[in-house]
C-alpha cells in the first residue's frame, strides 16, 4: 500500500510540474513554427523518365551510364569536389578494362614524391590511387569559393536525405524565381549564391554546372541537361555504394533459402503440435 | 527447481555418462531448453521473443567482434575505416548492415517482448526478479546501443555524442565536472571515441551475463503464459522440446525474413543520411535526433520546457527536470510489480486494464515516438508533453488504482480448461481437474488456484 501511494503521489507531481510550469504557459503562448521566407519557393524532387535502372530490388547498373557519368565527374565536378574514398582500381568494376583504369588513372596528377630529390611533385596517379583533392587543403577550397566547401561527393547519394533524387534535382533546379513571389516574400539571394528549388535553403553556393550540350559523349548518346544529369548520378549511386546491386542480389539468394526453411519450420512445427491445439468449438 | 513431472535426463552412451559425472552440461540443457523443462501448453507467438531477443544479442556480438578487427577508433580515421569495411573488406557491406539493422531489430523485438510482459503482467509475483533483471538488461542495451552509434564518427555520432553526454552538465555542482571527466575533455573527442569503443565491446558481454541470471530467474517459477493462471498439473505443460524449439524455430524463420529485407533491401533507412557525413565538430545538423528507438525517450526529455520556479526562483532548471524524467521514466519499470496489484495477471481478464493499455499506453508511446523525430516546435511540443503527463500518469496513478478498483472476468480453472473448452471440469479426465495425479506445489505468492494473492 505504502509504495502504491507514494507512486501515486510521485507521479501527481511529476505530472503537476509538466503541466504547471511547461504545459500551461506553452499552450499560453501557443504559436504555431513560421515557415521561413524561402518555404514558399520549395519544390519535389524530380526523377528523370523512366527512373534509375539501380532502383527497386531488381536494379542493374548500366554500365554505359556510369561510364558517361565518370566522364561528367572529370570534366566537370572534379575541379572542385573530391572523390576520396574511391580508387582508380574501382573503375574496373563499372566495366573499364585493366589497362584503360590504368590509361584513365595516369590521366589524372596526383601528390608524389621525387624518388631522385625527395621533393613533393605531382605525378601521374596509379590504379592503386585514389582520385586526388581538388584543392591542398580546406582552407584553400573555402577562399576558391566564396567561403563555401564543396563537399567530397563519394557518399552524397546516402548523405542527403533521397540522395539520388536529390543530386539529380539539384543539378538541374536552377530557375528564375517567380517574381510576385519574390515581391510577397522579399526572399532575396546574395551575390555569390545562386537560387535553386531544391537546395534546403534555397540559395546555394554552386552556380549552375549542367547545361545542354556540356559534354559530347563518344556513344552518341544526346548531352541534353538531364541526360547529363542522370548519368552523373548514377554514377555518384555508384560511388556511394559500389556493392548496392550485389547486396541486391545477394538479397534474393538468402530470401529464397530463408523462406524455405521457414516453410520447412512451419510444417515441422504443425507436426509437433498435431494432437495438442485445442478443437475448437 | 521445475515441476515434479519434469522429465529427468539419462544419459545414454558411455561417453555422455563420463560427462554427466564430469561436468554435466548437456543436463543444464536439457533442462533449460530441452525436453527437461515444462512450459504451459497455451504460450502465443508473443511467448516467441525471448528466444529471438537471445539470437538477436548472438548476431551482435558475432558480426560486432568481426567488424571491430577491420574498424579504427581513432577520430582522424574512424569515418574512412567504416568505408574501408563497406568497400574493400569481403562481406563487409553485410556485417555492417547486419550489425546496424540488427542494433534495430533488437530493439524492436525487446520493445515487443517489454510490452508482452505489460500486458500479461508477467512483472508479478512469483516472476518479479526476472522483471528487474530484464530491466537491467534494458538500460544495458540502451547504453550500448548509444556508444554504438558514436563509433562511425558521422555528423549524428558526433552530436548526439554531444547531447546526450551534455545531460551529466544538468546535475547540480557535479555536473560540469563530471561530465568533463566521463567524455574525456570539453566535447567528444579522441579519448571519447576510444573510451566508447572499448565500452561496446565490453558491454555485451555483461548483457549476456545478465541474461543468464534472467533465465535462470525464469526458469525458477517457469514461464507465464497468457492466462495468468499458474500451472497446476501435468496437463497443463509441454516438455520445451520439442513442443517450443519447433515453435521458436518458425518464428525465427519469419523475424530472419523481415531481417534479410532491411539488411538487404533497405539497408539504410532506419539511420540517418547526416550519419554519412563526417564528424565535424564547427557544423552543427539541422535538427539532431538520436537512433528511432530512443525517440520515445527523447521526446519526454524535451518535454520539459519550463524551469521550476517559485517567485521568480529558479528551484529546478528545466533541463534537470528533463533528465529526472527520462531516467525516472524507465527507473519507473522497477516499481511496477508493486504498483499493480491486480490478482490477476493476464490483461485478457482485466477489462479496465486493457482499456487503459490498448487506448492510453499503446497511442501514448506511438505519439512520443513521432514527437521525438519532429522539429521541437508547436504542435509536437506540447503533443510530447500530453503524452509525458500521460506516461507517468498511467504507471505511477492509473495502474495502482485500476488494479484496486477493477472487477475482473472469471478466470479458466487451469489452463489444459482455458485450452480444451469444457474438457477439463474437474474429474474429467487422467492427470487433470479433481485428479490432477502429480500436483505441483503452489508457488510462493499464489494461490491454490493460481492466481494472485492480495499482499495485503
Known sequence: ?281 | MSFAWAKQYEPKSAFTKWIDEKLPVPRLVYNAVGAGYPVPRNLNYMWNFGVLAGFCLMLQIITGVVLAMQYESDTGVAFASVEHIMRNVNWGWMLRYAHANGASFFFIVIYLHIFRGLYYSSYKAPREMIWLLGVVIFLLMMATAFMGYVLPWGQMSFWGAKVITGLFGAIPLIGEPLQVWLVGGYAPNDATLSRFFSLHFLLPFVIAGVVILHIWALHIPGSSNPTGVEVKQESDTVPFHPYYTAKDGFGLGVFLILFTLFVFFLPNVLGHPDNYIEANPLSTPAHIVPEWYFLPFYAILRAFTGDLALFGVTLVPAKLLGVIAMFGSILVWFFLPWLDKSPVRSGSYRPLFKKFFWFGLVPCMILLTICGGSPAEEPWVILSQIATAYYFLHFLVILPIVSQIEVPKPLPFSITEAVLGSDDKPGSMEGGGDKPGKVVKPLPGSDPDGSLAPAE
Open chain 1, 1 to 281: 500500500m505504502t509504495i502504491r501511494l507514494a507512486g501515486i503521489i510521485v507521479g501527481l507531481v511529476i505530472t503537476g510540474i509538466l503541466v504547471l510550469w511547461s504545459l500551461l504557459p506553452g499552450a499560453l503562448n501557443y504559436s504555431a513554427p513560421e515557415k521561413p521566407d524561402y518555404y514558399a519557393f520549395k519544390e519535389e524532387l524530380i526523377e528523370p523518365a523512366g527512373g534509375f535502372s539501380f532502383e527497386g530490388p531488381l536494379g542493374k547498373w548500366d554500365t554505359a551510364q556510369l561510364q558517361r557519368g565518370y566522364s561528367v565527374y572529370k570534366q566537370v565536378c572534379s575541379s572542385c569536389h573530391s572523390l576520396q574514398y574511391v580508387a582508380f582500381r574501382n573503375l574496373q568494376e563499372i566495366g573499364f578494362s585493366e589497362a584503360e583504369v590504368r590509361a584513365e588513372a595516369a590521366s589524372w596528377q596526383v601528390p608524389g614524391i621525387d624518388p631522385q630529390t625527395g621533393e613533393s611533385i605531382m605525378r601521374p596517379a596509379e590504379p592503386t590511387d585514389h582520385f586526388p583533392m581538388p584543392y591542398p587543403n580546406k582552407t584553400a577550397a573555402r577562399l576558391a569559393n566564396n567561403n563555401a566547401y564543396p563537399p567530397d561527393l563519394s557518399l552524397i547519394t546516402k548523405a542527403r536525405p533521397d540522395g539520388v533524387h536529390y543530386v539529380y534535382s539539384l543539378n538541374l533546379g536552377y530557375k528564375e524565381p517567380d517574381p510576385e513571389l519574390v515581391e510577397k516574400t522579399g526572399f532575396e539571394t546574395p551575390t555569390g549564391l545562386y537560387f535553386n528549388v531544391y537546395f534546403p535553403s534555397i540559395n546555394l553556393a554552386m552556380p549552375q554546372q549542367i547545361y545542354d550540350g556540356l559534354v559530347t559523349y563518344p556513344d552518341g548518346t544526346e548531352p541534353t541537361a538531364e541526360q547529363i544529369s542522370a548519368d552523373v548520378t548514377a554514377f555518384l549511386a555508384w560511388t556511394a555504394e559500389p556493392k548496392m546491386i550485389q547486396r541486391k542480389q545477394t538479397g534474393w539468394v538468402v530470401l529464397g533459402f530463408l523462406l524455405f526453411m521457414t516453410a520447412l519450420a512451419f510444417l515441422s512445427y504443425k507436426q509437433v503440435w498435431a494432437g495438442m491445439k485445442p478443437k475448437k468449438k
